[in-house]
Every structure is written in C-alpha cells, then in structure tokens.
C-alpha cells in the first residue's frame, strides 16, 4: 500500500499546478485521500480531502484558505487524485503531501491518516 505526491514546482502567483497522488496497493474509492501542506517551523496544515467512496460519500473538504482556488479531482483508471490549484499565492509555498485512510471520512486532522507519501515541493513566486 503506497502512494506518492508529486507535480510540484515553480510557479508565479496567480498561476497554477494540478498536484497527483498516485496511488498503489489499493482501491481509491475505498480511502479517505486528504491534502496537507508544511512550511519550516509550522506545523501540518490539512487543505483539502474527500471520504471514501465505498463507505462514506466522497464528500469534499476544503479549508479556507483555499477555498474556491483549489479543487480535488480523481481518475479511478489512474487510481490517482489530483489536487488543481489555480491563482495561486505566495503563502500557498510549502511541501504538499497526500495521506490516506481506509473507509475514512474526510478529515484535515493529519493524525486521523496513517498511510503517507513523501511531498512535492510548490513554490509560488511574488
């Protein structure tokens, strides 16, 4: 059971990326997929995540600091989630990283995950 975050990169502020989380070992609809992002020094903040499918809804999450900015998205074929993130900010830079929990609701609490990738760095340019 892994999955891997990447697409990160250089952006200027009001651009984009679409970050993926690629997922292997098991089935995306039967996981809680949450978004979280960290700077140095803070801790782990949860942006954006959706319930599993099978058990729960699929229902979204996001926080308000990216609210209508950031979407989630996913590609069952690809078992891969992607998090679009457009008019991006400065304050977005950070370490992006996708976590999962079987049969999960959605849930920005990072101890609520206990399957994590490595992260992607984003960094937006003023």
């Known amino acids: 059971v892994q999955l891997q975050a990447y697409g990160g990169g250089l952006v200027h502020s009001g651009g984009s990326l679409r970050l993926s989380c690629a997922v292997s070992?098991?089935?995306?609809?039967?996981?809680?997929i949450g978004w979280f992002r960290q700077t140095p020094g803070k801790e782990r903040e949860g942006i954006s995540c959706?319930?599993?499918?099978?058990?729960?809804?699929?229902?979204?999450y996001y926080a308000d600091s990216v609210k209508g900015r950031f979407t989630i998205s996913r590609d069952n074929a690809k078992n891969t989630l992607y998090l679009q993130m457009d008019n991006l900010k400065p304050e977005d830079t950070a370490v992006y990283y996708c976590?999962?929990?079987?049969?999960?609701?959605?849930?920005?609490?990072?101890?609520?995950?206990?399957?994590w990738g490595h992260g992607t760095l984003v960094t937006v340019s003023s």
């Open positions: 959706v319930s599993s499918i099978s058990r729960h809804d699929g229902s979204t």
């Open positions: 976590a999962a929990r079987k049969f999960g609701r959605a849930s920005a609490n990072a101890a609520f995950y206990d399957i």
């Open positions: 070992g098991f089935s995306l609809d039967d996981y809680a």
